[in-house]
């Protein structure tokens, strides 16, 4: 048999169970926490250092969430002809894109009538996937090209604007700008534009080809820590010089601690390369230090990360379920949670709603935890039933 049917990378898997946990804490911070639906937590004159950082750590995920799957598709293609492997990745873009759409949104608005979409990451994994399809059949370095050239240098269309709500807007949005286009039934909020996430997916499957067992593990390492250290180098020299790598500069603030905040507070919705740069640049570091590491928490929070999409599906209902129960505790009606959605300016301001940071953290672990031995035994199912074919689709 095939040792890279059977084996798996670990440090991938903790990695991406690292940053599984910590989405949650994101989500339920949007669900619970008060403050969550008057103010952007990374508004400098409302926030605070520890509600900025409650928000600032999860922007680790969805980049690496990217990065790592293109990873997969790379290892994953191994055992497929290059054909078979385009075939796979539409066919499961495709599954992905229709998630989004129906169970994903149900789970975030439960809107029987699906009057507002919100275009997420399951929605940008899927279209990544499709692209990826296609660069496939070209070869690495070219596709690094390709990757590094979009991460690089899609912040030169920042000043490109379509504000119609039409479909040109709405196209302009697909590309590379956040946006909310409205019809006389339907919202749809594109939260992921898909520029550069194809060139993270792009990267991420080029990054591949160092974690296949022939490769030298400590040539692997050194490769690793050069992007790691690179990367977060240039984020510096980019960020200080402030003239480009994000929609919007850095500013002196009324203490240093503040004036630190404003210099990491980078743009997400699209992610501009100094986001891209400090989040890739500490997950290359993390997978050349962990390679080795080996005991029961890795192997706890290693489960995470084998079975993702299954968590996320099922962590996203289970937040929302506890919300409902909080709202009404709270005295709300049951119906008021369905208007708790991600993007804090399309909802009205729930003043009396919500708890302190204290009791999102406890919720948080709650879920986390409550979630483990389900996520463990689709992690055993799966590993015991590799030929069930609609396995690789969940």
């Known amino acids: 048999m095939n040792t890279l049917k059977t084996k798996r990378i670990h440090s991938i898997d903790l990695l991406r169970g690292s940053v599984m946990i910590i989405m949650a804490l994101d989500h339920t911070r949007q669900y619970f926490h008060a403050d969550a639906f008057l103010y952007d937590p990374q508004n400098l004159e409302k926030t605070t250092v520890f509600i900025f950082f409650t928000r600032w750590i999860t922007h680790f995920c ?11 598709a790379f290892l994953s293609g191994q055992q497929k002809t290059k054909k078979d492997m385009a075939v796979f990745l539409v066919k499961r873009g495709l599954w992905l894109v229709f998630l989004e759409l129906t169970v994903v949104n149900f789970a975030w608005f439960l809107n029987i009538h699906f009057s507002f979409f919100l275009l997420g990451i399951i929605w940008v994994f899927g279209v990544c996937m499709i692209c990826l399809s296609g660069l496939i059949f070209l070869s690495r370095k070219v596709i690094l090209f390709i990757g590094l050239l979009l991460v690089c240098a899609h912040n030169s269309l920042d000043k490109i604007h379509f504000p119609q709500n039409n479909f040109m807007g709405f196209l302009w949005g697909i590309i590379h700008e956040e946006k909310l286009i409205s019809t006389r039934h339907i919202q749809i909020f594109i939260a992921y534009p898909v520029m550069p996430w194809i060139g993270v997916m792009a990267i991420g499957y080029c990054l591949g080809g160092i974690f296949t067992k022939e490769f030298d593990a400590k040539k692997r390492k050194r490769i690793l820590f050069i992007c790691g250290f690179t990367s977060l180098i240039l984020f510096i020299i980019l960020r200080t010089i402030n003239v480009y790598g994000d929609l919007f500069a850095w500013t002196s603030q009324s203490s240093a601690m503040f004036s630190f905040l404003s210099f990491i507070n980078f743009s997400k919705f699209p992610p501009s390369l100094d986001f891209l740069l400090v989040t890739e640049g500490i997950a290359f570091i993390f997978l050349a230090l962990t390679e080795n590491i080996s005991n029961g928490f ?10 993702p999409l299954f968590y996320y ?82």
């Not at 890795?298 to 079975?307: L, Q």
């Not at 039933?385 to 396995?391: A, F, T």
């Open 298 to 307: 890795t192997k706890f929070i290693s489960v995470y990360g084998r079975v």
């Open 313 to 394: 599906l099922t962590h996203l209902y289970l937040i929302h379920g506890i919300a409902i129960l909080a709202a009404m505790y709270l005295g709300y009606p049951r119906s008021i949670i369905t208007s708790l959605t991600t993007v804090v300016t399309l909802v009205p301001c729930l003043r009396g709603y919500g708890f302190n940071l204290g009791v999102v953290y406890g919720i948080w672990i709650f879920v986390v935890l409550a979630l483990y031995p389900f996520c463990k035994m689709y992690d055993r199912y799966k590993t015991s039933h590799k030929d069930k074919w609609w396995l690789s689709y969940l």
């Open 62 to 72: 969805a980049p690496i969430f990217v990065l790592l799957a293109g990873s997969s």
